[in-house]
């Protein structure tokens, strides 16, 4: 049976950009949340569930790391890492995102204590983020970078809450919204890796469409997060 041509690298890129169409943002919750129809119980139920999350993001990254061989490729992606578990490095120090997302859910209202001790994680979130997870640490590492491309679409979200959560919620303090200023450019440089990374590992077509393939499994478990707060919280319409 003769094989599908493989797409040049701008379709296949084009191809993998195309899944933004299915990204949480247009979940009904998440539309919910960037239109100001959310209460102040699901904006602290939304962040203090998404840090679960939040805490899983370093660790996959860390199975990257750990499953690949390429001492290029580690230097570049141990960033990811720095970024969420912060660092001190020669008198400079990052609390990191883990920590910006604390002060997200103090600004909204909640303790520390009842964020860290994750009492408000709703069973279909610990299950969905596991998933992730476990799919990163049992899969070749270039099939983990190329799950990580919902990073793609991720810019857009966080500019729309930047642009409308002062307006929507007035009472959130402006501070609690550092992690999203801080992510536009920093998902922006690891869409560059990752995206590089999948492009030159991924060539045949078969190889290409196992890629899509990957990248709608991240947008489902992204898209069962969403329903899990859904479910917990409800949806205003």
Not at 11 to 17: G, K
Not at 19 to 43: C, S
Not at 91 to 98: E, P, S
Request: hydrophobic share 40%.
């Amino acid at each position: 049976m003769p094989t599908e041509p493989a797409w040049s690298r701008d379709e296949f890129e084009a191809q993998l950009r195309s899944k933004g169409a299915a990204y949480h943002i247009y979940h009904p919750f998440n539309v919910m949340l960037n239109t100001g129809k959310a209460t102040p119980e699901q904006i602290r139920g939304w962040v203090a569930n998404r840090f679960y999350y939040q805490i899983a993001i370093p660790v996959k990254d860390a199975a990257v790391l750990s499953n690949c061989p390429d001492a290029d490729v580690r230097r570049g992606w141990v960033q990811r890492i720095l970024d969420h578990d912060g660092f001190e490095i020669g008198g400079t120090r990052d609390a990191g995102g883990t920590e910006a997302w604390i002060q997200l859910g103090i600004a909204t209202g909640l303790a520390r204590e009842e964020i860290i001790d994750l009492r408000h994680v709703v069973p279909a979130m610990r299950f969905a983020v596991d998933a992730y997870v476990n799919f990163a640490r049992r899969s070749p590492w270039q099939e983990a970078v190329c799950s990580s491309l919902t990073e793609m679409f991720a810019p857009e979200i966080h500019k729309q809450r930047l642009a409308n959560w002062p307006e929507h919620y007035p009472w959130i303090e402006s501070g609690g919204l550092q992690y999203f200023r801080q992510r536009v450019s920093q998902a922006r440089r690891d869409v560059e890796q990752g995206l590089t990374i999948t492009l030159d590992h991924f060539t045949t077509r078969a190889q290409q469409e196992r890629a899509l393939d990957i990248l709608q499994l991240k947008l489902d478990i992204l898209w069962a997060m969403s329903d899990a707060m859904a479910n917990r919280y409800g949806v205003n319409p």
